[in-house]
């Protein structure tokens, strides 16, 4: 990504163009490349290239320059790392006179045995020596160019709307482990990003994350960015670019990214040991709801109740009141875990729990609890208590799930059953068990008692008071309590 200073666009009303490159500017490339040679130190290397100041924009030179050094190898020429001998330089004081700063360089020539007033300033930008120049394809570096003015103009951006043609889940993925603000709606599928204008604070940190996720974009066939861009005045103007404007560089150019996802194994791996009741799944898949798309970190179930966590990143206190508004339009069972680091103000909420440095998993789970419970209170409130069945045999999970009733309530007796007999794990006809009971199963074996009803036989048996007799390891009989 380029400075900001180097950032080459066109104003006309209330749009803002980017100025990519082209063929056109080949040759400049070419000759700039000419110029760079080995053995020059970058200073020799800028004065080599002023000239082409007057002929092209000095922006586009710069730009071209930046690439260039940056693909090369440079280091400094000094013998002994010049901040070695600035400290010696200043360890003896301030010097008040010639005769004295002659005698303090003389001394410190003497210690480290090199000439300090030539190498003290060797590791600034305009000192380094250019060792290696690289192998250059002018029209990959034209893509660059133009893939990191695109960047640069992101950094200047209060919204980002991308539309892709394909990978989007991968695009959001990538959005919400980079810690992206971000809204994703599902039919036209499209994002809209904050951009980093929108924070007062952590503006670069921002800009650097989302400048992360555009090679991913621009790696799609078809893609389009429309984005509200701060310009000149502070004015407002809408930049809009798409795949077909420029070229722009493949997609086996940039490496994978990497994340630090400490936080999410943290909570996960203390949330398993103080939630034994849930089940707790990372990463579950994307929800759509309402047109609305979300992405939770966690989803915990038990029940067949679904509560999910987010460990929000970047956040603005408007950003963080949105999202809260729309999980409690849509009544989604949300819980957002907030990195006060990674915001500036002051915002509380009842699904809103803030932490610093590590979360607090007590507190999330006391949550998680009390949404739980809310939701059993509304379920039992709109149910009218009874529950129609025609099988002769059905398990407590599979009544759970039909009926979207907890299963302990169904054991317990919360809900009127008619017609059935309640074992440990199943409930049975009352007809179809007076028909088992007909049955003469002692001496039986069970595997073959299994093989021909199923595993729900045991439960039958043990209520018709028969108990199980171990003829050998593999092997037992039913037997009949006289």
């Given amino acids: 990504m380029f400075s900001t200073d180097l950032l080459r666009v066109k104003y006309k009303k209330d749009k803002v163009y980017l100025e990519y490159i082209g063929n056109n500017e080949k040759d400049l490339i070419k000759e700039m490349a000419s110029l760079l040679k080995e053995n020059l130190s970058i200073g020799e290397f800028k004065n080599e290239i002023k000239y082409l100041k007057k002929a092209y924009d000095p922006k586009l ?3 071209i320059s930046t690439l260039l050094l940056r693909k090369s190898v440079v280091e400094n020429k000094s013998p002994i790392d010049p901040r070695i001998i600035r400290n010696r330089i200043y360890s003896y004081g301030p010097v008040i006179d ?29 000192e380094m020596i250019i060792k290696k120049v690289p192998e250059l394809i002018p029209e990959n570096l034209l893509r660059e160019y133009n893939f990191e003015l695109l960047q640069t103009a992101l950094m200047k951006t209060l919204r980002v709307d991308v539309f892709i043609s394909n990978k989007w889940k991968d695009l959001l993925f990538t959005a919400k482990r980079l810690g992206l603000m971000y809204d994703a709606y599902n039919d036209p599928l499209r994002v809209e990003f904050y951009g980093p204008a929108s924070m007062l ?14 090679p991913q974009i621009v790696s799609n066939k078809v893609w389009k960015i429309k984005a509200e861009f701060v310009g000149k005045y502070n004015r407002t103007y809408i930049l809009e670019t798409k795949n077909d404007d420029a070229e722009f560089p493949l997609e086996e150019i940039y490496s994978e990214i990497t994340f630090d996802s400490n936080i999410e194994k943290d909570f996960y791996s203390k949330m398993k040991i103080i939630a034994k009741d849930w089940e707790i799944i990372r990463e579950p898949q994307p929800l759509i ?4 798309i979300f992405i939770p970190d966690f989803m915990l179930s038990k029940n067949n109740i679904n509560i999910y966590v987010e460990i929000v990143g970047f956040w603005t206190k408007e950003y963080l009141r949105r999202k809260s508004e729309k999980v409690r339009e849509i009544k989604l069972p949300l819980i957002l875990v ?3 680091s990674l915001g500036y103000e002051d915002f509380n909420n009842e699904n809103i729990i803030k932490f610093k440095k590590t979360i607090n998993i007590a507190a999330v789970y006391y949550l998680i609890n009390k949404i739980y419970n809310n939701l059993i209170n509304k379920i039992e409130s709109k149910d009218n208590k009874t529950i129609n069945l025609k099988e002769n045999v059905i398990s407590y999970n599979d009544v759970s799930k039909r009926f979207g009733v907890p299963k302990e309530n169904i054991k317990e007796g919360n809900y009127n059953i008619v017609g059935y007999t309640r074992l440990k794990n199943y409930l049975i006809k009352n007809e179809f068990l007076e028909e088992i009971k007909k049955e ?33 390891i593999t092997e037992a009989i039913v037997k009949k309590i006289q």
């Fill in 61 to 63: 030179v710069e730009g």
């Fill in 98 to 126: 010639d005769s004295e700063k002659e005698k303090i360089l003389k001394k410190v020539k003497e210690e480290i045995g090199v000439d300090p007033l030539k190498y003290i300033f060797a590791d600034l930008e305009e």
């Fill in 201 to 214: 604070r952590l503006t670069e940190r921002y800009g650097r994350s989302i400048s992360m996720l555009l």
């Fill in 289 to 292: 709801v309402n047109n609305t």
């Fill in 338 to 340: 907030v990195d006060e």
């Fill in 440 to 472: 003469d199963f002692n001496n039986k074996k069970i595997s073959e008692l299994v093989d021909r009803y199923g595993e729900w036989i045991m439960e039958v048996l043990d209520y018709l008071g028969y108990q199980i007799k171990w003829v050998n």
